[in-house]
Structure formats: C-alpha cells, structure tokens
C-alpha cells in the first residue's frame, strides 16, 4: 500500500508564497498521474493541478499562471509552487496519484495540508 504524506501548508498573507510537497512511500510517480486537490469549507474537493508521467501539466482556470505542479521522481516527490495567494486559495490541499492500468484502476490520496490565505 502506498502513502502519500503532504507538507508544507500553513498561514500566509494575500499576495504570499507556499510551496506544498508530497511524498511517496514508493516510487510511483514516473508512472502515475499526480495531481493536487483542494477542499473549502462548505465546498465540493476540486481539481487544482495534474501532472501525467509524460510531463503534460493543466490546472483549473483560477490558478493558471500562479501556481506550478512539478515532479521529483527520485525523490518520490510532487510539488506545488503557489504565488501570488488570495483569500479564496484557502482550503485543506491533497495530493492524489492515480493510474490505470488494464481496467483497474489505482488510486492513493494523502490527508491533507492546511492552506490559510489570510491577512
């Protein structure tokens, strides 16, 4: 079984930088989909940013341009570098890894970091 373990989060200002990490109990991310999720209060968890193994990236039209998913696979790890915060980025980040293969699909998740944009 896979772990994924998020860190990074915590209380920043508007305007402000976090840079989030997830790391793999396994080394899994050359060949599963990464991506990073976020749930506010209230709210449905929505996609925020996707990284395939074959390095193709997209993100969810309110973080475009400020923030980056990116990969370390010899460290087993995925980052999120996110710039220029706003209030409503606030919310509880998870990392999820994903792959199919066959017509089974495999998927771990992390538990979480806090994200607190706040003045």
């Known amino acids: 079984q896979v772990q994924l373990v998020e860190s990074g989060g915590g209380l920043v200002q508007p305007g402000g930088s976090l840079r989030l990490s997830c790391t793999a109990s396994?080394?899994?991310?050359?060949?599963?989909?990464s991506s990073w999720y976020r749930q506010a209060p209230g709210n449905q968890r929505e996609l925020v940013a996707t990284?395939?193994?074959?390095?193709?990236?997209d993100y969810a039209g309110s973080v475009k341009g400020r923030f980056t998913i990116s990969r370390d696979n010899a460290e087993n790890t995925v980052y999120l570098q996110m710039n220029n915060l706003r209030p409503e980025d606030t919310a509880v980040y998870y990392c999820?890894?994903?792959?199919?293969?066959?017509?089974?699909?495999?998927?771990?998740w992390g538990r979480g970091t806090q994200v607190t944009v706040s003045s």
């Open positions: 990284d395939t193994p074959g390095g193709s990236t």
């Open positions: 999820n890894a994903k792959r199919v293969l066959r017509t089974t699909q495999f998927q771990y």
């Open positions: 396994g080394n899994i991310f050359n060949s599963y989909t």
